[in-house]
């Protein structure tokens, strides 16, 4: 039986930036289910690079979003990954919404965000003309870029250490030894099993599917799955942005936001439905829902002008309330050697390469 130090499954930017960074120093092998890499959440989402604002004090997301940027944008300068730094305006109309902002710019100096500035009302409309707000900040290390190039950045680092990766391979279960792990896999469709001493589960939406079939792991430390699907509807023509703007956040997201891509294409997204499957449908029928939210902070929208682009969905443990990443390791659930990643969702893309610091250290 071929034995290696470690099993990543998952091709997402996270199982990739994991496989990546453990391949520095470890046997690597970087498993996917589907024909490609980054299919789902990793390729179906804003393409923003988070400044991390908005996390709780000490929760994973606000460590991890920090470190990850700064990472991020090291990264894409080594490896030549297009991006922009174009930066962000978040705006308030009333005073609810002021008040919310101001919690926001108190919470980002403590999650260690020192850049945000302050803008006037008087200057608002020279960071984002035609937008309607009374009061905004501007957070200028927030960017955009290039996933699709990022993951295959990714992907020339781990193989670029002796990594490897293979696609059209799915996790069919894993027993414990006294060393390690027995992975069963489907590769291609044919069976096959290998040994290792780390096995890292990044499935994003899969990975409460493969931690079930991680033998003496128990369920309970396995949470719920909720699909959050966000659609995204683009923009036709001319536009004023220059920056991203966003709203003030809502329940289960940062709203409604107008963001650009490297070309300068406005979109407009992503809107929050839970659902009961993986569905990436689109329906046209929320137009007037995203035409009434985008309206609010810029009125001059041309709703003849906007049309559905895509849907993503993102891995909830819950259905309300705040949710942090989660990372278990054997201190967690007491199986050595297993870390599972559940609820890997934004700012997962940002803070990818801090994820797989994080993970890196816990298998030294």
């Known amino acids: 039986m071929e ?26 092998l970087l498993i996917e289910q589907n024909a490609q890499f980054g299919e789902h959440s990793s390729s179906r989402n804003s393409e923003v690079i988070h400044a991390g604002l908005y996390y709780p004090t000490d929760t994973l997301k606000a460590q991890l979003c920090v470190r990850g940027k700064a990472l991020l944008y090291q990264h894409c300068d080594k490896y030549h990954v297009p991006y922009l730094k174009i930066g962000k305006i978040l705006t308030a109309k009333t005073a609810c919404e002021a008040e919310t902002l101001h919690q926001i710019e108190c919470q980002a100096q403590l999650n260690g965000v020192t850049d945000l500035k302050r803008v006037s009302p008087s200057h608002i409309q020279h960071y984002a003309p035609e937008i309607q707000a009374t009061e905004a900040l501007y957070s200028p290390s927030t960017g955009i870029i290039d ?78 799955l909720h699909y959050c699907r966000g659609q995204y509807f683009s923009y036709q023509g001319q536009h004023p942005f220059t920056h991203l703007v966003y709203p003030v956040p809502e329940q289960h997201g940062l709203g409604i936001h107008a963001t650009l891509d490297l070309a300068g294409q406005l979109r407009f997204g992503p ?55 989660t990372i278990q390791t054997s201190d967690t659930h007491g199986c050595q050697g297993l870390i599972n990643l559940f609820g890997i969702e934004s700012p997962g893309l940002t803070a990818s390469l801090a994820i797989a610091e994080h993970v890196h250290s816990s298998t030294l």
């Open 3 to 28: 034995k290696l130090d470690t099993v990543v499954v998952g091709a997402g930017v996270v199982g990739m930036a994991i496989a990546a960074k453990l391949s520095e120093n470890q046997d690597v």
């Open 147 to 224: 996933s699709h190039q990022f993951m295959r950045s990714l992907l020339t680092k781990l193989e670029q250490s002796q990594g490897h990766y293979v696609a059209n391979t799915q996790f069919l279960g894993a027993q414990q030894t006294q060393d390690g792990y027995i992975v069963e896999l489907n590769c291609d469709g044919e069976p096959f099993q290998l040994h290792c001493r780390n096995l890292i589960n990044a499935g994003g939406l899969f990975a409460q599917r493969n931690a079930m079939l991680i033998e003496d792991l128990d369920d309970s430390f396995v949470p719920e």
């Open 271 to 325: 809107d929050t439905h839970f659902i009961s499957s993986l569905n990436y449908q689109i329906d046209d029928r929320e137009k007037n829902k995203f035409v009434h939210a985008i309206k609010q902070y810029w009125p001059a929208l041309d709703e003849t002008k906007l049309q559905s682009a895509y849907a993503g969905i993102r891995a909830k443990t819950t259905r309300s309330g705040t949710q942090d990443f």
